[in-house]
Structure formats: C-alpha cells, structure tokens
C-alpha cells in the first residue's frame, strides 16, 4: 500500500452528526497535514499536527496522530452542509529529507446532507 | 489574504502540442511545487523549486517536463509534447519556510488533451 491511505473512501451523514476519517501511512514523517477539496476546486489547508504532538484542534476540527501505529485521525464536529468536501491527509518529511514535498492520501469523499 | 494563483483556469490542448502552465506564488514564499490530480484520483507530487533550481522531482516528472522562475513573481510548469494521459488538474502551491511547513495552493489549471 501507499503513503497516505485513507477510510472511510466515502462517508455520509446528517447535519449536526460528527465526521471521522483515517489516515495511515508508512514511513516517518515530520508533520501531517489535512486539506478540503470542493469539487473541482483547488486545496485548502485545515490543519497541520507535527510528529511530535498526539493532538490538535482548530475550531470545530480535532486532529489526532498515532506515530506508533503510524495514523492519524481528522474530527469534524457538528457537520455541516458546507463541509461538503473531499478530504486529504498529506504527509511531510524533514526538509533534510525532501525538502517539503507533500505525499497525499486517496481522500474522503464527506457528504453531509441537511 | 496573500494568494496563489494559476492561469489559466482550463486549458485545452491536442496531442503533441507544448503547453506552459502559470502561477504566481505569494510574494515572499521561497519554495515552490507543482503538484497534478488526475480526475477521481489522488493529488501526486510533480516537482519542487528553491533558488532557481528544482530541489526534488518525482517519476513523473520526466524529460518532457521542465519548469522555470522567469522573473521575480511567476513560476511555470512547460510541458514539451503532451500525451492524453497528461489530462489533469495542476496544482502550484509555494510555501514560505520559517517554522511551518504548509504549502499554500493555487486554484488550479485543468489541462485537457485531446
């Protein structure tokens, strides 16, 4: 399997319900980063979480990381129809390494219906 | 807000023909990245640019593609003679590295070959 793999590939749920997605990856990596994609529409950054810190939060978004099962976990709370979205873990290394670059994950596609 | 942007929007294009794709990366970033989706599928990592010379490229990445800094503001991604399957949305996203490693994304150029 790939660096950055995702579940649920598609989830739907009802506004106001909590959303949860997964990520897993392979190798060691600096930080983990989630970004939103509407459809046909560019990247937006939500959050990032380096490998050293087991949790974060930004506003309704709680994100956790497990370095030892390598994955992480993205929470949305009190969905909403605007988090309509495709959801992408992308991983980083140190710049020692790669110098930056992003390995994404294959997404989740979140429908929340009103 | 500072922002990437990327022209055009849609570019359609037949086979074998050369194509430059545009962006603009926000103005003090130093690090620069192209990045491709093929429709329904994950984000792929293309190339990275730092002081006028690329960094890292990935498989893809190869000797029909090259990219440049022309001046101070623009970054482009030329693809030389394009083949069907370089059908996708590019992404430019530059990051300015001081602690963070987030990269700020353009809205992208959908590029067709037909």
């Known amino acids: 399997s790939q660096q950055g793999e995702e579940d649920p590939q598609a989830l739907s749920i009802q506004e106001g319900e909590n959303a949860t997605m997964n990520c897993s990856y392979k190798t060691s990596i600096n930080n983990l980063q989630w970004y939103r994609q509407n459809s046909g529409r560019g990247l937006v950054h939500l959050i990032l979480?380096?490998?050293?810190?087991r949790e974060k939060h930004s506003g309704r978004l709680r994100v956790t990381l497990d370095t030892s099962k390598k994955s992480s976990s993205l929470l949305i709370t009190a969905s909403r129809a605007a988090d309509t979205a495709s959801y992408f873990c992308?991983?980083?290394?140190?710049?020692?390494?790669?110098?930056?670059?992003?390995?994404f994950g294959q997404g989740t596609e979140l429908s929340v219906k009103p | 807000e500072p922002e990437v942007t990327q022209t055009p929007s849609h570019q359609v294009t037949q086979m074998g023909q050369e194509v430059i794709l545009r962006c603009v990366p926000i103005?003090?970033?130093?690090?620069f990245y192209w990045y491709r989706q093929i429709l329904g599928q994950k984000v792929e990592f293309l190339v990275s640019?730092?002081?006028?010379?690329?960094?890292?490229k990935s498989e893809i990445f190869d000797d029909q593609f090259s990219v440049e800094r022309p001046d101070g503001s623009n970054f482009t991604l030329k693809i030389r003679s394009t083949k069907l399957e370089d059908s996708a949305m590019y992404f430019c996203?530059?990051?300015?590295?001081?602690?963070?490693?987030?990269?700020?994304f353009g809205p992208g150029t959908r590029l067709t070959v037909t």
């Open positions: 640019f730092y002081n006028n010379e690329i960094s890292e």
């Open positions: 103005s003090n970033h130093l690090y």
């Open positions: 996203a530059s990051l300015y590295r001081g602690s963070s490693y987030e990269q700020y």
């Open positions: 992308a991983t980083a290394f140190s710049w020692a390494n790669q110098g930056g670059k992003l390995i």
């Open positions: 979480i380096r490998s050293n810190e």
